[in-house]
């Protein structure tokens, strides 16, 4: 763990760089960027792990937008019911491939102006296929974690989504947008909990506000 004197001045993303250098990309399993759409419009609100235990044989059922497109809503309804709000989240995934199909010749989109057209897909969910399949980073991947960790670190102060995804933006360049979300998805998994953050095994305590209060307030 770096000193306070070894950590000062160093971005916390840097900081966070040198911990987890082996992070990088989603621990979503896929091979197509179909897959990967259809698999970040499953793990909203599941965790990554529930996903992956699902969709092995989700894509060796369907594999191409065109089988999602014309599959059997029910069906597809139960390949995935082991996941949360399985039944809405088929139907994203069953108008998503319609429109892919109609509109895009059945190639996933690579502009997030059309990602966002698709059913269930926010700009979240966009930018993890946009950086994960197609190495395009139209804006910075905000979760849980992200919203989280860019609050307590005050890399942002506001609590909508939208807004903390433009001041991340706008703090990074865009070719660190990608490892930004990475490094604050890692930390918040491994480290800073929603509840119980690890503080003391922390390398970027000695940035954080948030544990500086915890420390003015003797906790
Ligand atoms: S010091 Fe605590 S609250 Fe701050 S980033 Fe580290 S784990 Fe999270």
């Known amino acids: 763990m770096p000193t306070m004197a070894e950590s000062e001045g160093k971005d916390v993303i840097d900081l966070l760089k040198e911990e987890y250098p082996d992070v990088s990309g989603t621990a979503l399993n896929y091979e197509k960027p179909m897959d990967l759409l259809v698999a970040t419009i499953l793990s909203a609100q599941t965790t990554d792990e529930q996903v992956n235990k699902v969709t092995p044989d989700l894509f060796e059922k369907y594999p191409s937008v065109e089988a999602y497109a014309e599959a059997d809503l029910e069906k597809l309804q139960e390949a995935v019911n082991s996941v949360n709000?399985?039944?809405?989240?088929?139907?994203?995934?069953?108008?998503?491939a319609q429109r892919i199909v109609e509109e895009h010749d059945g190639k996933v989109p690579d502009r997030m102006?059309?990602?966002?057209?698709?059913?269930?897909?926010?700009?979240?969910?966009?930018?993890?296929?946009?950086?994960?399949?197609?190495?395009?980073?139209?804006?910075?991947?905000?979760?849980?974690?992200v919203m989280r960790l860019a609050q307590r670190l005050s890399l942002t102060e506001h609590e909508k989504r939208e807004k903390i995804e433009r001041d991340l933006m706008e703090r990074y360049p865009r070719e660190r947008w990608y490892e930004v979300s990475n490094m604050l998805i890692a930390h918040g998994r491994r480290i800073c909990h929603a509840r119980n953050p690890e503080c003391e095994r922390c390398v970027v305590r000695q940035r954080c506000p948030y544990y500086a209060e915890l420390q003015e307030q003797g906790e």
């Open 85 to 96: 709000f399985y039944r809405n989240k088929a139907k994203y995934i069953k108008k998503s």
């Open 113 to 145: 102006e059309d990602m966002v057209e698709l059913h269930g897909v926010s700009r979240k969910t966009a930018n993890v296929v946009l950086s994960e399949a197609y190495n395009v980073h139209e804006g910075v991947v905000v979760d849980t974690h």
